[in-house]
């Protein structure tokens, strides 16, 4: 089993920067991918970002160049960064994380951009 825990989200203006992390635990030893899903409103689920454990990195086409993913394989941890929020960014930010064909979800959390 895979623990992933959610942080980083909030309030904050539009315009303005954000940055979440998620902290991977349990059993992370090959974990492959590591992705950002939202789920904003009017929308189904969508995919914000992946990395995998080589570090390649992809992006919804939308959000290439505001948003950017990292790793830090000592801590466990993916990172998303956030910048130029715009309200259509509000929503809740989970979590994943792929290994050995099984995906483990985060609980989410919860990103409010106010305009």
């Known amino acids: 089993q895979v623990q992933l825990v959610e942080s980083g989200g909030g309030l904050v203006q539009a315009g303005g920067s954000l940055t979440l992390s998620c902290a991977a635990s349990?059993?992370?030893?090959?974990?492959?991918?590591m992705s950002w899903y939202r789920h904003t409103l009017g929308k189904q689920r969508e995919l914000v970002a992946v990395?995998?454990?080589?570090?390649?990195?992809k992006y919804e086409e939308s959000l290439q160049g505001r948003f950017t993913i990292s790793r830090d394989n000592e801590k466990n941890t993916v990172y998303l960064r956030m910048h130029s929020l715009i309200p259509e960014d509000t929503g809740v930010y989970y979590c994943?994380?792929?290994?050995?064909?099984?995906?483990?979800w985060g609980k989410g959390t919860l990103v409010t951009v106010s305009s």
């Open positions: 994943n994380a792929e290994r050995y064909g099984l995906e483990y």
């Open positions: 349990g059993s992370i030893s090959s974990i492959n991918a």
């Open positions: 990395i995998t454990s080589g570090g390649g990195t």
